[in-house]
């Protein structure tokens, strides 16, 4: 193409991307997930306690030396989302967008340019890039060393790590208080989730009008959610929502025709096709669930949101498979370097329920950031979860991580937190992701700070 018209494509692309806006006035249902998104955890106790609960768990039920548990502040820049575990090879890598292996470290130990020569290739591509595509599929925090020693052919104890993380987050292990991470949350349930405002709540409530549905979907079993749901809401939480619906089982909700099930208290009863409104169910399909939506909102084709913090479980699958806009909650945009404040809820929007802005009575939200947390969050190690400098040929600062092109692929805004956009008008309009690969436009308030040009 040459440089004229690319030049033209280009703006022209700018231009049809600025004309891609979001508004919540404009939906018929809102749907929630909880687990990081309505319940937002206090992250230090959190991970300690899965670091901790892992090593437990690998320690007594798999022979381990108890040395294996030391303190996680060793490890916490090791910490880091998005990576992927190459089990065999007994390496965790940082992927780029289109399958280039951006850093990689065996265990804990940062790999040289030679030793990631040695084991992928000159041209750093990673094998496994196309699967990792089709499943979305992330390791996620890997909080467990290696076992001291030297590189072996292939890596056999994930077995062990696999069954010990069982152990401790199989939905049975709640009710058993077995395994050694539920029976010490459930000591201390507001030890590790932060109680939602007032403005949260109220802005719930301004969401579930007439002929609009508000509802929680997770994949938490209901015992747990209730806990969680309690700690986030308060004991009266299931008032906020027209139907709360649980082990929701995604993202294979979207895809499968798993029954809903209906609730007595936390036993799973008979099988529902027809669901009934301020009910709670388990299990469930997409295709259910939309007909409750049509019939509630009275539209054939209702216009459905959902909030969730997974871009595997949520983003990829809501929107995929059942055209949902998706609202991705994502504490990275806090920790890599912009934190929403009170003046980032002064927008200049004209009116709401016909009230002059200055008016309008502000909803109360908490913007306040746990400035430890943000240590944990971010990783000198493994660098940005948006941003890889050495990878951006074109300098036009564009996410060009794996996940980075999956959060501009598949969601139409991303916010830092609930509290940021419970605060704002439900009448504001924000800008969407544009269509180019890693595009930046629908974050908001603002840009994490390595994508700033
Ligand atoms: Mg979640």
């Known amino acids: 193409m040459n440089r004229c018209l ?48 892992a090593c437990d768990a690998i320690i007594n039920n798999s022979g381990y030396d108890s040395k294996l548990k030391d303190d996680i502040e060793t490890h916490k820049d090791f910490l880091c989302k998005g990576l992927f575990l190459d089990a065999d090879k007994g390496n965790v890598v940082k992927l780029s967008h289109d399958g280039k292996i951006l850093r990689a470290s065996h265990g804990t130990k940062i790999m040289s340019q030679e030793e990631l020569t040695a084991a992928y290739g000159k041209d750093l591509h990673w094998e496994h890039f196309n699967e990792a595509k089709m499943n979305v599929k992330s ?30 987050f199989q939905p049975k292990a709640f009710s058993d208080n077995s395994g050694w991470f539920f029976p010490v949350l459930k000591t201390d349930p507001q030890k590790y989730v932060q109680a939602s405002s007032d403005g949260v709540k109220q802005w719930l409530r301004d969401l579930k009008q007439k002929n609009k549905c508000v509802f929680l979907m997770t994949s938490s079993a209901v015992d747990f959610a209730s806990m969680t749901a309690e700690a986030a809401l308060g004991p009266d939480w299931k008032s906020y929502f027209d139907l709360c619906l649980f082990n929701a089982r ?11 099930v209906s609730l007595d208290g936390v036993k799973e009863n008979e099988k529902v096709s027809d669901l009934q409104p301020n009910n709670c169910y388990s299990k469930g399909n ?36 059942a055209s949902w806009d998706v609202v991705l909650v994502l504490e990275e945009m806090e920790a890599e370097g912009y934190h929403p404040t009170v003046k980032d809820l002064e927008c200049d929007d004209d009116k709401e329920d016909g009230e002059p802005a200055q008016k309008r009575k502000k909803r109360n939200v908490n913007l306040d950031i746990d400035s430890e947390e943000e240590h944990y969050l971010l990783s000198d190690m493994w660098g940005s979860f948006f941003y890889h400098e050495e990878e951006d040929i074109k300098h036009d600062k564009h996410m060009n991580t794996f996940w980075g092109r999956i959060i501009s692929h598949y969601n139409a805004i991303a916010v830092p937190t609930i509290e940021y956009i419970a605060g704002m008008p439900i009448s504001h309009q924000y800008q969407r992701f544009g269509s180019e690969v890693g595009n930046t436009d629908g974050f908001s308030p603002a840009k994490p700070k390595p994508l700033l040009t």
């Open 6 to 53: 690319y030049r033209t494509v280009r703006n022209l692309s700018r231009f049809t991307n600025k004309m891609q806006t979001f508004k919540l006035t404009d939906y018929d249902a809102y749907g929630f997930d909880l687990d990081h998104t309505l319940a937002k955890y206090k992250l230090v106790p959190l991970m300690r306690l899965c670091y901790e609960s």
């Open 139 to 168: 390791c996620g925090e890997i909080l467990l060393n290696l076992q001291a020693g030297g590189p072996q052919e292939k890596y056999t104890f994930w077995e062990h790590v696999y069954d010990a993380l069982n152990l401790n």
């Open 250 to 260: 995604k993202p294979g909700f979207f895809t499968d025709n798993n029954p809903f």
């Open 286 to 321: 997409l295709s259910d669930l939309m007909k409750y939506i049509s019939k509630q909102t009275g539209k054939d084709k209702p216009k459905v949101v959902y909030f969730g913090d997974s871009l595997c479980s949520d983003s990829f699958p809501a929107n995929k498979f």
